[in-house]
């Protein structure tokens, strides 16, 4: 089962940043938290990850509290092309392996 | 170049057939994984390989069966086709990430939409 969870939808204009967040309370010290996303039923995407700290890179930013139980992906500036279902998923220590969750609805608008 | 190639995009085929779907990978991952899409958008872990080698068998039923002729193909072949067999395949790669710390970005083709009439 997915350690995570996250709203079912959500809205945000284009241009205006989109700040998706994610509760994983049962979260390991070892266990880093990834995002996917996937646009209309393509391939899911890889977008970021992280363990402790905040990371940033082309995509998007990842927010991880102190107490690592939850954490937020931001996207500074949304567009329409970024409508997707946005996943938080805790990875397996020691696999491979990637449990996906329920994920976010993602609707940019004009 | 497409890094993670699936085929064929689509598949429609009568139930109790035997069919294959196909992947490769030019990324020179030493991981490939197949994971199943069903109807309900809920994307679930199937298999996954390392260097030709099963690591991950996700309670799958024994009509499926993988098969790895090199590090770069990981194919899926499933027999006697079922109707609850209809979903969306997705083929994946990733280096190995078994390692505590290592990162593992996996890597997915576009899916294979199966539907069994």
């Known amino acids: 089962d997915a350690k995570t969870t996250q709203p079912t939808s959500m809205d945000c204009a284009e241009g205006r940043a989109a700040n998706l967040p994610c509760n994983h309370s049962?979260?390991?010290?070892?266990?880093?938290v990834y995002w996917y996303r996937q646009i209309h039923s393509q391939g899911p995407q890889y977008i970021i990850h992280g363990l402790k700290n905040n990371e940033t890179n082309e995509m998007a930013s990842l927010i991880i509290t102190e107490d690592r139980k939850s954490s937020t992906l931001i996207l500074p500036h949304a567009t329409l092309r970024d409508t997707a279902v946005y996943y938080c998923?805790?990875?397996?220590?020691?696999?491979?392996?990637?449990?996906f969750g329920t994920g976010t609805r993602l609707q940019v608008f004009p | 170049d497409t890094a993670v190639s699936q085929t064929p995009k689509y598949l429609v085929t009568q139930m109790g057939n035997d069919k294959s779907i196909k992947c490769e990978q030019n990324l020179g991952h030493d991981t490939m994984y197949w994971y199943k899409q069903d109807s309900k958008k809920f994307l679930k872990i199937m298999f996954s390989y390392n260097n030709k080698e099963l690591i991950i068998n996700e309670t799958v039923p024994n009509r499926f069966s993988p098969k790895s002729p090199d590090k770069a193909h990981l194919n899926l072949h499933i027999n006697s086709l079922e109707l609850g067999d209809s979903a969306v395949y997705f083929c994946a790669s990733s280096q190995e990430g078994r390692r505590q710390g290592a990162d593992t970005e996996a890597f997915f083709g576009q899916g294979t939409r199966l539907t069994v009439v």
């Open positions: 049962t979260i390991s010290g070892n266990e880093y």
């Open positions: 998923i805790v990875r397996v220590p020691y696999t491979d392996k990637l449990i």
